[in-house]
Structures are given as C-alpha cells and as structure tokens.
C-alpha cells in the first residue's frame, strides 16, 4: 500500500467536497473553489469529515496514481483554505521589477522591459527586490512562479537573475589570468 494514499484527507470545518461519479472532485472553501478530474480506475470515497483514496489492485500504473490523487486532493483542500505562495528574489545592479495593475514589469539588463500578466486566480505583489505569488492552486503558482524565474535565471559566476528565496546557487569560480 502506498503509504501517503493510505492516509485520509481531512476536510476542516468550512469546506464542502462534492465527488461525482466520473470521479470529478469539486473542493469549495472560504478563498475559492477547484474543480479536478481524476483517474476512472481510482476510487474517491467520501466518509464523515474525511476523504479516502483506494485502488483496485497492485498494478504499477494504480500503484503510481494512488498516492498523486491522495497527494492533489490534499492540495485542493489546503489551497482552498489557506492558499500557496511562493517568493522570489531579483539579485543584480539594474535588475528590478514593479507591478502596474495586474502586470509585472521587470527590469533585467535586456533592452526592453519583460511585461507579464497575472493568470487568472493568481496575484504577485513586489516587496524591494522580492516577487511574491499568491494563488488557491499550488500547479498554478508553481508554473507561474517558474515563468518569471525563466526571464532571466540566476547564473553561476555573480548569482545575479531571479532566483527562488530557499534556493542555493552552486556557485562557480571564475578564471585567473596568468601571471
């Protein structure tokens, strides 16, 4: 048995999951609501205050999607009630970034600003040289969170681009000249 599809999912006061039978979860809560498909060959059961996550036998490919559905179903409850967010840091001389509505401008040494648009359901905000990204789907803030880091990646020589704020740049020594 997987040991993370083995667990329940609580569902904390204020939450309602509705599961229907071509195993479409919908996960409403005090900040939004995410409606998921999953695998027809996984079973969704709904029992009291809790979710459980079953498989109909050991095969690899339901061995492999028992402990994700558990995994997803998890995130689709805690982003409903508390929400994901993760920050990023601009490091170099020049390199800045502000927001104009619902655009991110940034400044990275090309010759024209980089201009991004917030996907619908998330929201950035910029705190100094700090990019933080807010959102109810864990997925969305990820991948939006790596679009901007994509712009201009931290290289290994200054560290200078835009980097995760719990990421460690390996950094590389340089050359020497002969002397």
Do not use: C, W
Not at 43 to 58: A, M, S, W, Y
Not at 63 to 85: C, Q
Not at 145 to 157: G, T
């Amino acid at each position: 048995m997987s040991r993370i599809g083995r667990l329940p999912v609580v569902i904390p006061a204020g939450v309602t999951v509705d599961i229907k039978p071509d195993n479409t979860v919908t996960v409403k809560g005090p900040k939004g609501e995410i409606v998921k498909t999953f695998a027809p060959e996984i079973g969704i059961e709904l029992k009291g205050n809790e979710v459980f996550v079953t498989r109909p036998n050991d095969q690899k490919k339901e061995k492999s999607l028992h402990g994700l559905t558990r995994a997803l179903i998890h995130n689709m409850v805690v982003g409903v009630t508390e929400g994901f967010s993760k920050t990023l840091e601009i490091n170099g001389v020049g390199y800045r970034a502000q927001k104009q509505g619902r655009k991110l401008v940034l400044s990275l040494g090309y010759s024209h600003p980089v201009e991004m648009m917030d996907p619908e359901g998330l929201e950035s905000a910029v705190d100094g040289n700090k990019i933080i990204i807010k959102g109810i789907s864990k997925e969305a803030v990820g991948q939006y969170a790596a679009n901007i880091r994509e712009k201009r990646a931290p290289e290994p020589y200054k560290g200078k681009g835009i980097k995760y704020s719990d990421e460690i740049i390996r950094r590389k020594v340089g050359k020497t000249g002969k002397k």
